[in-house]
């Protein structure tokens, strides 16, 4: 048997990989990344950083790449034969990633090697070597490091296991409505919640919690008691707060422990919390300084946040008879408000923004500023519907990605853009290798053979996502350890995909990617212009809602105790920062993804702080934005191809070849101000 898993020949091949081929694949592939270990770390083998990379990074460079692709398809595909085969692999990738980490003689090896004979790329990527081998426990000794790569396999079990109990609790849960309790929720939600009712042989309309099914419920559904039905059932996902029958997905014990071992692994590094840890690769020079920065954003923020509230609380005592709003009416009577104060609905906009209109309107717009072009292309994929484009320039290609946008059942909440195989002059081959990434969105469906629409968020969602793929395809960075988004500081991480949100509220670009469901019209300018006026609509309690999160999640990982009560914590925090109180069950830390399964923990604030970086950076194209053949203030492109290239060669390009803010000071010739972010979102 041929096992597609070790074909490296080009792309994945997604079409074969079944789970049988993971455990032999993966134990082939670590046998000979420890063969090269042993070889570059021998005594007589040269310390040498092109002969390490062409023998070791060759080796783990496939590893990763087949776990990658096994990784992928858990979070897509996920079945139970699946789960099976990665969870029974993991401890073994995990071993090996923690031992290669830590081992001291690589340590030694990449100490002795001459910095003077590197070329910038590979002294950046040097530097953050030895960064990394400290911080993966390499001068620990004994019983010391023994410890620590227990401690990382077992966190590898931890994160895998938060995930997979968010994912169930979340599939688990259905609400069969009757006709009477739908009134308000829009049509095309309600068709689809047919069909699912029906193919399971059901009666009535089967919602979830899945986002294309929960969030419209909670906007639009007028029946206050199926509302508060599907707030609670999400609030009490994977905690102790959910109905019995789900109680084996309570990820309580998880996190406990998970915050108890990061600890633990500060604490041996040296380190007084996981918090300090974690900024060591960053950005923000230490935990206080990012704890400062949030309080200085909640502090800014909380006036405009606080007459949201005041808005929402007059409108529904005036308008709809609520004196007392509940934490599951505040969606619903904010579209209410919007829709009285702007004159348009979500809706109304939906319609105008069919799934491929906008991809060829986002396609345009890349194109455009940064000199590409964006071509369908073939790779075998993980289900139909799922798409491949190339991105070339000058007729060379630049990069490939795959596009996987509907939710369904199997498929982890979301959204995301993970690599595939990143840009890099291969040592190996002498060849160029072109980096390919995933980009993976959760929205709805079409349905009745209509193609699928999308909310102005979904929209954004794709932009974001979007920003973060031409981050790793558009680099021109050869050394794959900072090439692309590799090696970029994690709180810097989020500034090109915020950077390409801010395209969606500009009509030069809308006015080319809507096309409205029934007619064909394009969004008529009166739409967008009350869109605009609503951009910035409780934008004051947004923030103070990401600033809960940030909050929270730094303070777990620094004051925090592991033997404490996780919730009361959280109660501080939202007494603190939140300016609408969640109900006494709400347990949304139990499913927080985010810090407990990907790669955020002690980091959910690089959000806010990359945001000072985009809008910053988004300024610029502010200021060189050219008229259009209207002519008015309002008409103005910031579609500019000279500030694009600019932006594509300091930031895009220079991928982690450079630490982020000499790259942000390259193109804006400064270092970034909190001004732009505070005047974008109406709060300056």
Known sequence: ?????????????????????????????????????????????????TAIAGTLDVATEKLGRAWGAVSHL???????????????????????WTRLGADERLYAKYKAIDVATLNTEQRQAHKNAI???????????????????????????????????ALDATDAFAWYAKEDELAGIPADVIQTARELAKAEGKDGYKLTLKMPSYLPVMQFA?????????????????????????????????????????????????????????????MAKSPEEVVAFLRDLAHRARPYAEKDVA??????????????????????????????????????????FTAPKVLAGLFKIVETLFEVAIRKDTAPVWKPGVEFYR????????????????????????????????????????????PVAHLVCNFADGVGGKPALLTHDDVTTLFH????????????????????????????????????????WEWDVLKHMTAHVDTGEPLPRAL?????????????????????????????????????????????????????????????????????SGGYAAGYYSYKWAEVLSADAYAAFEETAVPTSTDTDADRSTVTVETGRKYRQAILEAGGSRPAMESFKAFRGREPSIDALMRHQGMA
């Not at 020949?9 to 000979?32: C, G, R, T």
């Open 528 to 596: 967008f212009d009350k869109m605009l006026a609503a951009k910035n609509f409780q934008s004051g309690m947004q923030t103070m809602r990401q600033v809960e999160f940030s909050l929270f999640d730094m303070l777990l990982h620094t004051t925090y105790r592991p033997s404490d009560d996780l919730m009361a914590l959280l109660n501080d925090v939202r007494k603190e920062v939140a300016v609408i109180q969640a109900p006494p069950y709400s347990r949304t830390a139990h499913t927080f993804s985010h810090i407990f």
């Open 465 to 504: 996502e979007f920003g973060h793929g031409l981050h790793h395809m558009l680099t021109q960075v050869n050394e794959h350890d900072v090439s692309g988004i590799s090696g970029v500081e994690w709180d810097a991480v989020e500034l090109p995909s915020q950077f390409m949100e801010n395209f969606c």
């Open 1 to 49: 048997m041929t096992n597609p898993l070790l074909d490296f020949s080009d792309l994945p091949l997604f079409d074969q990989i079944q789970p049988e081929h993971v455990s032999p694949a993966i134990d082939e592939l670590l046998l000979e990344a420890d063969a090269a270990l042993e070889k570059v770390t021998a005594s007589d083998f040269p310390a040498n950083w």
């Open 131 to 165: 960064r990394n081998f400290v911080l993966s426990g390499a001068e620990l000794t004994g019983t010391a490091k023994e410890r620590f790569a227990k401690i990382q396999e077992r966190l590898a079990e931890l994160s895998q296991k938060f995930s997979e109990n």
């Open 222 to 282: 007028d029946s206050s008691a199926l509302r508060e039905t599907l707030y609670r059932a999400y609030s009490t996902r994977a905690s102790d707060q959910a109905p019995a029958e789900f109680s084996k997905f309570d990820n309580s014990a998880v996190m406990q422990e998970i915050l108890a071992l990061r600890l633990e692994e500060a604490q041996l590094l040296g380190y007084k919390n996981y918090g300090e840890v974690s900024v060591v690769a960053k």
């Open 391 to 434: 991105i070339e320039r000058a007729g060379q290609l630049v990069g490939q990605f795959y596009l996987d946008q509907p939710a369904r059942t199997g498929k982890r909440g979301g959204a995301w853009m993970d690599d595939v195989r990143t840009r890099w002059l291969r040592p190996d081959t002498g060849k160029l290798q072109t």
């Open 311 to 352: 808005d929402l609380r007059a409108f529904a005592a005036e308008h709809m008879g609520l004196n007392e709003p509940q934490p599951w009416d505040y969606a619903y009577i904010g579209e209410k408000l919007k829709e009285a104060r702007y004159a348009f609905s979500e809706q109304e906009v939906k319609q105008y």
């Open 74 to 96: 858990n979070s897509v595909a996920d079945t139970p034969e699946l789960r099976a085969a990665y969870n029974a692999a993991l401890p073994k990738v995990t071993e090996f």
